[in-house]
């Protein structure tokens, strides 16, 4: 092959990555650009540190759930199911070791460290990993539950054109919490809401009321949150699952239905609770006090996450020295002699 067919054979090999400037799934873009350091050179990286490129996010795959009571940070690895194209994957992530994920949006998964309560998002395919700060200034100063932080969840939102939001959420305390990435510190969004269900659309968050029909945007914060209402005669998840129990509320009532099918899986991909815990929501829903083994296992993990103190500073005593005049000098003197 002389060298001007060579160049030609060149450019018709490249021709493909010159065009892949839009990837339609990272997976397949981080396989392409592994072929050849040629192919490399003719196409942007795929670790995008912000994590603001929504074409290189990990859309269309959903987290699944084994059903075993194995919270995935404790396997550090994920089990990722792609949506449109019905491919499975499991992935490897060393990254969640001494982390619990509390939230999966847009395929990035939002971990909390359990010994410093730090944020982080994860990439779960380029690894790529944003850094907020620590929740135990703000959990001190505005929650100050520590039962709270274990039904801790959270969403990624779009902050800016550069950067990403993360915003958390205390079912228990009905505190909504907010930060920005590269920002110091959180700040509270809502107090007072009981949340039902939380879903982020398009970079904002909305969810509805657990006393009420609303349908609210959490973030960003709107002097005017309230957008629709619930119709009334539309039903909830929850009732679909109630039927599915392997329990009465009180014992188990028959055994576990494999394998799942993909309406599960989807199911408990929405009710991030029991997704956490490593349980299908179809299935559980509650967990009864008779079963007793299960429930040891998992206040056995849960005590692992715990909020650290703040060390508070003791006032210093200070010893006040006042001047004295000659008047009291000579005073001093005779009182010594």
């Known amino acids: 092959m002389d060298g001007d067919s060579g160049k030609e054979a060149q450019r018709s090999l490249l021709a493909p990555a010159l065009r892949l400037q839009a990837p339609a799934d990272p997976r397949d873009y981080i396989v392409f650009r592994a072929v050849c350091s040629g192919w490399r050179a003719c196409t942007r990286d795929e670790r995008d540190p912000t994590l603001r490129k929504s074409d290189l996010l990990p859309r269309g795959w959903v987290a699944l759930c084994d059903g075993d009571a194995v919270r995935p940070d404790d396997a550090c690895e ?22 619990r994920i509390i939230g999966f949006t847009q395929g990035l998964l939002i971990l909390v460290n359990k010994r410093t309560i730090a944020i982080q998002v994860l990439h779960p395919f380029t690894r790529v990993v944003v850094d907020l ?75 509805t009321m ?31 699952a109630v039927s599915c129990q392997i329990h009465d509320e009180k014992d188990r009532i028959r055994p576990s239905v494999r394998p799942f099918t993909i309406v599960d899986h989807l199911l408990t991909y929405c009710h991030p609770h029991e997704w956490t815990k490593g349980l299908m ?50 005073n001093a003197k005779t009182q010594n002699a």
């Open 78 to 99: 994920i089990t990722l199911f792609h949506t449109r194209r019905a491919r499975r994957l499991r992935v490897h992530l060393p990254e969640l070791r001494n982390h």
């Open 133 to 207: 700060p620590s929740l135990v200034p703000v959990f001190h100063d505005a929650v100050n539950n520590q039962i709270s932080v274990l039904g801790m969840h959270a969403a990624v939102c779009s902050a800016s054109a550069t950067s990403i939001a993360v915003v958390v959420w205390l079912p228990s305390t009905a505190v909504v919490l907010g930060a920005e990435a590269g920002r110091p510190t959180w700040e509270v969004l809502h107090r007072g809401l009981f949340l039902r269900s939380i879903f982020p659309f398009e970079g904002r968050l909305y969810a």
């Open 210 to 240: 657990g006393c009420s029909r609303e349908i609210m945007q959490l973030y960003p914060r709107s002097p005017h949150p309230v957008l629709a209402r619930v119709p009334d005669d539309f039903g909830f998840s929850e009732r679909l």
């Open 281 to 330: 929501f179809h299935e559980y829903h509650s967990i009864p006090e008779s079963f007793e083994e299960l429930a040891k296992y998992i206040k056995a993990k849960n005590s692992g996450l715990h909020i650290p103190r703040i060390a508070r500073k003791k006032p210093r005593h200070r010893t006040t020295h006042y001047p004295m005049n000659n008047e009291g000098i000579n």
